[in-house]
């Protein structure tokens, strides 16, 4: 086949993707053939305005390094992180809601038992937090030995990746034996996503702010339950209406209330620091639930 036209190239080029072994693959390139072709008839896409979209690409992957993803921000920032989280992530009513994993997470952080201090190392001092809470299955069953790997901002609203230094604030802090988890921190703070790259330059062209509402990070897991990336966000922070990145919802928003001045002591706390409960509550995973479910039991016996 030759002498294509506009209305005809599309059916051509997903012709030929017939051949695609991989049933999965040739669905999803067929589908972004069709999206793209379609999207450039619709805005009747120039050929200076097709070369600003490659330039602006490429300028995404050169930014990239092993500290820095702006392709995550991209997505973060077009709302296509929070679809795909959306549409992958339906837990069952009441357990933890998902959100964005953002491009500042870090494997290998260390880890901690529960009442650890991740305020350790830390170059910043801040609002001195003790974050306690229990992680549940959606009906209350305790999952002992559930992992909770933390990380947020310091108290300046910078991550530990975005300098030069060790990690802080981060850490995988393992629930005991009753679910029960446990850690000191410092409060987090609202930021702005990275705006010095290409990401940066599209949001100020598209006259859109760059800040995030004030959030600890946390990808929960145990075996036998479905993994939850998300946040807990802080109660009252300016930005929680219009996160640069979409990542709100209302069950994640808790209240960094004013710990006993005598319960922080007990906890070698100064008077005056904060107290930020809050649970998870994970989905059963459909294969290995049945098999945790007697696990834990038997554990709770002990406890
Ligand atoms: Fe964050």
Redesign the pocket.
């Known amino acids: 086949m030759r002498q294509f036209t506009e209305d005809t190239l599309t059916d051509a080029v997903v012709a030929r993707l017939k051949k695609t072994k991989n049933p999965r693959l040739r669905q999803i390139m067929s589908a972004a053939v069709k999206h793209l072709h379609a999207f450039s008839r619709d805005v009747q896409l120039t050929e200076e305005e097709w070369f600003e979209g490659i330039k602006f690409l490429t300028a995404v992957g050169q930014k990239c390094d092993d500290k820095r993803q702006e392709f995550i921000l991209l997505s973060d920032v077009l709302g296509l992180s929070m679809m795909i989280v959306a549409l992958n992530h339906k837990t069952a009513p009441g357990a933890t809601e998902a959100t964005v994993l ?1 491009p ?1 997470y870090a494997h290998g952080a260390k880890e901690y038992e529960s009442g650890a201090d991740l305020r350790e190392g830390c170059t910043l001092k801040g609002e001195d937090v003790w974050v306690s809470g229990r992680v549940t299955s959606v009906d209350g069953m305790p999952i002992p030995g559930a992992m909770l790997d933390i990380w947020q901002t310091k108290a300046d609203g910078i991550y530990d990746l975005q300098t030069d230094g060790e990690f802080e604030l981060r850490g995988r802090v393992k629930a005991n034996a009753k679910g029960e988890y446990a850690f000191k921190s410092y409060k987090p703070k609202f930021y702005s996503i990275p705006v010095d790259g290409p990401v940066g330059d599209l949001v100020r062209a598209t006259g859109n702010h760059h800040m ?1 509402p004030a ?1 600890m ?1 946390a990808i929960v897991s145990a075996p036998g339950y479905q993994q939850v990336i998300s946040h807990v966000f802080v109660e009252g922070d300016p930005y929680l209406d219009d996160d640069a990145v979409f990542a709100v919802k209302n069950s994640l928003i808790a209240n960094y209330k004013k710990l006993a001045d005598a319960d922080a002591k007990k906890l070698g706390l100064p008077a005056g620091s904060l107290r930020l409960d809050f649970n998870f509550k994970l989905s059963a995973d459909k294969a290995g639930a049945k098999k945790a479910r007697q696990k834990i039991t038997a554990s709770d016996t002990v406890a």
């Open positions: 953002g500042f995030r959030h990070h």
